[in-house]
């Protein structure tokens, strides 16, 4: 049971879905520094990423997940629109 919170532990994931709220914050991440991070929520999973320009990447690989605009924030980075996502697809900002 150690290992379910191990990954969210590691990629500075804070879930909190009743308030629409999904951040990554991954610890000791330098500006610009390229990370890609697995991520499990409930009902759902994926992948989220940043290259070294600074583009952040969330994919999901299985379940949907439905967030208000700005409801999305990784390292630091907030996503404005609102998110709606179903298996197989990605949203992509900078």
Request: aromatic share 10%; charged share 5%.
């Amino acid at each position: 049971m150690p290992f379910y919170y191990l990954l969210p532990a590691l990629g500075g994931q804070v879930t909190n879905l009743p308030s629409g709220s999904l951040t990554f914050t991954p610890p000791g991440l330098q500006p610009n520094e390229a990370f890609s991070l697995p991520f499990f929520i409930a009902g759902a999973g994926g992948s989220v990423s940043r290259d070294v320009t600074g583009t952040v990447t969330l994919a999901l690989h299985y379940g949907s997940l439905v967030l208000p605009a700005g409801g999305l924030v990784v390292a630091g980075v907030p996503y404005s629109q609102p998110v709606d996502l179903a298996p197989g697809t990605s949203i992509s900002w900078a």
